[in-house]
């Protein structure tokens, strides 16, 4: 795709932009001193920043003014993502469902995120998108991922849970959450996802009251909070009927127009060419919604602006717990390639940043007692190169000796260990394979951790690995030590190597 450029004026005579990567942190400040700010398009979610000097690639911006006094002042979640929707081509925005997966998602580089009121009904009460979920409930979860991120993040907010006075309300207690933008569509209540059956809507009047509430609320606020209009009636009503409603709701001051459940690409067309100063919204329902599944640039090339991605976090959370659940099941723990490390963990959640931070605010007797850990008689030696030297050690030096408790128990008192430290040499080899024939595990562990073996594949707890390893002693390797099925049909095999 060839570059597109779009020039963003600015009415102040100093803008500073944040550049920003990956990890969500900024990076650098960059200072433009004139009224206009050239970027170029490179693709979706990267920019080429065109200043004076060299140009500048970067992932996220988020843009700073200077006020009177002179000092950056970052802006709202509302204006930076209005700033967003001046910059050329599609914006792409999955969909979070609590703190943790919207972090994901600023972590992954992208630029904002929508909460989900389906995702959101599913992870918090585990029940359906059909008005069982409150307003209450959902401001409480949107403030909790509005707090964890510095995206800005646009709202669910149904229909506004009553009518034009419980629309203002809603909309204030989004601002109030943090949210830079909310959703509100024209269904009745109880609401229901829009590519479900039976969807029903309110009159086409009410629905532009409840919009023009919304732009009160905000007024009344002091607040810049980006309203999407959404309409259900292209799957209630008709196509004609959804587009005589999202002109309406443009003249009644919505920012952005959204109609659920477009059926084809011509219509998605035809719904971008209404309004075509307000930008439009394209909802790109995973795993077999009504609306097809288009690629950005073809959402580009159709006039989008903004496009959500539903179900893709949540659906493939519920897959990886319902896989993680059936391994367990099974006497299994998930494969090492199904999930993170536990240190990636500690890193996504923050703990190496929270240690970093921590060291800052260390007393002097919490410095003191690191010291006298760093620095005490029993710090780690280099191991000695011989047995002479180890044996002219001086007698007050500790001798540290970790002894496995299966090989220890095994030798007893005075009884000799050889036997089984030739055993605890060798290694055993676990393969595990599915009913389909397809092979789920194969690990080789060294034969003295047996703890080892029963936490990779817990259906061997039960088996009495150590006294089949005292009768492989004098076996060569490539002993077939066991064979058999678990409770879930999988073909479980250990060799001694």
């Not at 006094?69 to 709202?76: F, H, I, M, N």
């Not at 509100?184 to 996802?193: G, I, M, N, R, T």
Request: net charge neutral; aromatic share 6%.
């Amino acid at each position: 795709m060839n570059p597109s450029a779009a020039r963003v004026s600015r009415d102040s005579s100093s803008v500073c932009v944040c550049l920003f990567h990956s990890n969500s942190r900024p990076s650098s400040f960059l200072g433009i001193n004139n009224n206009s700010i050239s970027f170029n398009k490179t693709n979706t979610n990267t920019l080429l920043l065109n200043t004076a000097t060299n140009p500048r690639t970067i992932n996220r911006i988020r843009v700073y003014r200077k006020n009177s006094t002179g000092v950056e002042a970052c802006l709202s979640p509302a204006k930076s993502l209005r700033q967003i929707l001046e910059l050329p081509g599609v914006h792409q925005g999955p969909a979070c469902f609590d703190a943790l997966s919207a972090k994901l998602v600023e972590k992954s580089g992208f630029s904002f995120c929508f909460t989900s009121g389906f995702s959101i009904s599913a992870a918090r009460l585990a029940l359906p998108d059909t008005g069982f979920i409150s307003y209450g409930e959902m401001v409480d979860q949107g403030q909790l991922i509005t707090q964890a991120v510095s995206i800005p993040v646009i709202g669910d907010g149904d229909n506004g849970y009553g009518n034009a006075m419980n629309v203002k309300r809603t909309v204030k207690g989004y601002i109030k959450a943090g949210f830079a933008g909310i959703i509100l569509e024209d269904q009745v209540s109880p609401k229901a996802c829009g590519h479900t059956r039976g969807r029903k809507v309110v009159s086409r009047e009410e629905a532009v009251m409840r919009i023009k509430a919304a732009v009160d609320a905000r007024k009344e606020s002091g607040s810049d909070i980006v309203i999407v209009a959404r309409t259900d009636s292209r799957q209630a009503l008709s196509l004609e009927e959804s587009l005589r409603r999202s002109r309406a709701f443009a003249d009644a001051g919505a920012d952005v127009l959204f109609i659920d459940a477009l059926a084809s690409k011509e219509e998605m067309k035809a719904f971008c060419e209404i309004s075509p100063l307000v930008p439009k919204m394209a909802n790109m329902l995973e795993g077999g919604g009504k609306t097809p599944i288009l690629n950005p640039l073809e959402l580009e090339e159709l006039g989008f602006k903004l496009v959500a991605y539903p179900l893709s976090l949540i659906g493939v959370s519920i897959r990886a717990m319902q896989d993680a659940l059936t391994a367990i099941k099974g006497g299994r723990i998930p494969s090492p390639g199904s999930m993170p490390s536990f240190e990636e963990i500690k890193e996504t959640l923050g703990f190496n940043t929270y240690y970093e931070e921590e060291k800052r605010y260390a007393t002097s007797m919490r410095r003191l007692s690191s010291e006298n850990v760093t620095s005490n008689s029993y710090d780690t030696q280099p191991m000695a190169q011989d047995d002479t030297a180890q044996r002219g050690q001086s007698s007050q030096d500790p001798i540290v000796e970790v002894i496995t408790p299966e090989v220890y128990t095994n030798s007893g008192a005075g009884g000799s260990r050889d036997a089984f430290s030739g055993i605890w040499s060798r290694t055993l080899r676990v393969k595990i394979t599915g009913r389909d024939g397809f092979e789920k595990l194969d690990v080789r562990i060294p034969a003295g951790f047996l703890d080892g073996i029963t936490n990779v594949v817990p259906a061997l707890g039960g088996v009495n690995l150590k006294e089949l390893l005292n009768d492989a002693t004098e076996e060569i390797g490539g002993k077939l030590l066991l064979d058999f099925n678990d409770t879930v049909g999988d073909r479980i095999q250990v060799f001694l190597e």
